[in-house]
T-cell receptor, first 116, second 113 residues
Framework: EAQVTQNPRYLITVTGKKLTVTCSQNMNHEYMSWYRQDPGLGLRQIYYSMNVEVTDKGDVPEGYKVSRKEKRNFPLILESPSPNQTSLYFC???????????????FGPGTRLLVL | QQQVKQSPQSLIVQKGGISIINCAYENTAFDYFPWYQQFPGKGPALLIAIRPDVSEKKEGRFTISFNKSAKQFSLHIMDSQPGDSATYFCAVRNAGNNRKLIWGLGTSLAVNP
């Protein structure tokens, strides 16, 4: 089954304790992205990756790191989490459609993070 | 600044009615206009999408209407059902190489039985 998986699904942590949220896709997609979703603010892109070893900042990258050492995996790292990073996080992957224009972003199930 | 403005923020429709959600965008450097549907506890999923060279696209009960000159596009859900109750997001894709999606803030749709 084609899917994007994220772990953990729920996480409660304390300020300053480093954490990693894993993301993996089995569709051989080149493009992967991390979003955070907050009430009233919609989906905001944190980081994205066009392919292995190619990553770039999205709209809200501060306090986050990513890496793309393998095509299927795109972990999100919070080196020193703070309460304002409490949010719902989504990983997504996509690949250009046959036309190169129409593409579907496939989202993971989300990770709900609470930073105390 | 917000490049995609989505309205309304919330919408209540009776079963069998038509749900209409609108999005307006602010520049012309976009090449792809998808709508995503998100159920509680799930990630967004692509519902329907349109290219700028097409004015309308229909898939079952869902239709996108696209007005390039007005820089607006809308989602119409015909014969709305309680199972359509979800949050809907419009997005526009940057025509550049980074393929970035810029998202509207979402519309919470409730369809009453």
């Amino acid at each position: 089954e084609a899917q994007v998986t994220q772990n953990p699904r729920y996480l409660i942590t304390v300020t300053g304790k480093k954490l990693t949220v894993t993301c993996s896709q089995n569709m051989n997609h080149e493009y992967m992205s991390w979003y955070r979703q907050d009430p009233g603010l919609g989906l905001r892109q944190i980081y994205y990756s066009m392919n292995v070893e190619v990553t770039d900042k999205g709209d809200v990258p501060e306090g986050y790191k990513v890496s793309r050492k393998e095509k299927r995996n795109f972990p999100l790292i919070l080196e020193s989490p703070s309460p304002n990073q409490t949010s719902l996080y989504f990983c997504a992957s996509s690949s250009p459609g046959t036309s190169g224009i129409l593409e579907t972003q496939y989202f993971g199930p989300g990770t709900r993070l609470l930073v105390l | 600044q917000q490049q995609v403005k989505q309205s309304p923020q919330s919408l209540i429709v009776q079963k069998g009615g038509i749900s209409i959600i609108n999005c307006a965008y602010e520049n012309t450097a976009f090449d792809y206009f998808p709508w995503y549907q998100q159920f509680p506890g799930k990630g967004p999923a692509l519902l329907i999408a349109i290219r700028p060279d097409v004015s309308e696209k229909k898939e079952g009960r869902f239709t996108i209407s696209f007005n390039k000159s007005a820089k607006q596009f809308s989602l119409h859900i015909m014969d709305s059902q309680p199972g359509d109750s979800a949050t809907y997001f419009c997005a526009v894709r940057n025509a550049g190489n980074n393929r970035k999606l810029i998202w509207g803030l979402g519309t919470s749709l409730a369809v009453n039985p």
